[in-house]
């Protein structure tokens, strides 16, 4: 039997995200999935990462087609600071090459559309990194929350804050960072996922600093009286966390959205809780693995370009019911897929390697 093919892939964006994470991670992934190639503005960066990984090819941005031909790219794992995401995903889907691009998929919805559009023109697949849509911990919370083992299930409620360093990019408005964008997406997700819907209103309230949504409080309302609420922020002490509760019972999971941390469940029925831990591992190997296989095998991405939008529509109107004080309506949705424990895959955690030039976001 002749080996699987791999997909050859070229990273672009070499922040801290691609150098902890999605760049080891191919170590793990190499059934079907070969780092070949590096695009970053940072010389310095490339010339060590070229070496580490002993990639074929690099290059800058403006170089960007030139390394996808160098290299004979099938695919890119865009991890650029948010306002590039579309210009890359754009690109790269023009020289057809298929896109698996880290969340939010582009800042608006229409620039989410655009994506979308474009993806199917050239006949590329597109992906939105959700690694959470391959951890077991978050897929057994939401088989928990289907399964009725918790009644009905009306109430979604999260914090997911950190302290971030005064020059990170989620505190730059023209890259499009703020709290929203970097960690409300997870609470958006895990909502809509648990309760299987779309919002159909949002009420806000936004502290901003320098620009940006520093800390954001939103509340979402779901078909058939269900809300979620969530608080994220970038000026207040780490916290990872989610709880659903029905009318019968409730699971607590903390830490809840972690990558480097063991997640852990606290399920409790008829006032008797039970603590179960999921071990860390590698989130960004299952993801990888999955696209590469959608490529090769001619599947759809389950978190699908349509995902991500709906995720951004979503923050869009929350940053807006800040901006008008007062609740926004969202355009009835009806969305057919979601991820199923099929999905999930633990992979033993990567070693994290020593950073070049590329500080954690966060102020430890």
Known sequence: MSEIR????????????????????????????????????DADKRAALRERYGLEVDGDYASFESVL?????????????????KEFALRAAAAGVHVLCEKPLAPT???????????????????????????????????????????????????????????????DPTLAGGACYDLGVYC??????????????????????????????AILNFPGDRVAQFCVANSISSVSSYRIAGTDGDLRVEPAYDYVDELVHYLTIDEKTERRAFPRGDQFAPELK??????????????????????????????????????????????????????????RPVRKPPVIEAPSPSIK
Not at 15 to 39: C, D, M, T, W, Y
Not at 71 to 76: H, K, L, N, Q
Not at 161 to 170: L, S
């Open 6 to 41: 791999q997909v050859r892939y070229a990273v672009v964006g070499a922040g801290n995200i691609a150098q902890v994470a999605v760049l080891p991670a191919f170590a793990h992934a190499e059934k079907n999935s070969r780092l070949v190639a590096l695009v970053s503005g």
């Open 69 to 85: 031909e160098q290299g004979d790219i099938d695919a890119v794992y865009i991890a650029t600071p948010n306002s590039r995401h």
């Open 109 to 171: 919805a229409a620039d989410c559309r655009e994506i979308v559009d474009a993806c199917e023109a050239n006949e590329v697949k597109l992906m939105v990194g959700y690694r959470l849509h391959f951890e077991p911990a978050n897929l057994e919370a939401v088989e928990i929350a289907r399964s009725g083992k918790l009644g009905e299930v009306r109430l979604f409620n999260s914090f997911f804050t950190h302290v971030v360093r005064p020059d990170d990019v989620r505190r």
């Open 188 to 217: 958006i997700n895990a909502a809509r996922s648990i309760f299987d819907a779309e919002p159909i209103s949002v009420l806000a309230n936004v502290f901003e600093k320098n620009g940006t949504d520093d800390t954001t409080l």
């Open 290 to 347: 999955y696209f590469s296989d959608c490529i090769l095998n001619g599947h759809e991405p389950e978190p699908d370009g349509e995902e991500g939008f709906l995720d951004v529509r979503v923050i869009e109107a929350i940053l807006e019911s800040a901006r008008i004080h007062r609740a926004v309506t969202l355009e009835p949705y009806v969305r057919h897929r979601r991820p199923t424990r099929d999905q999930a895959e633990h992979v």
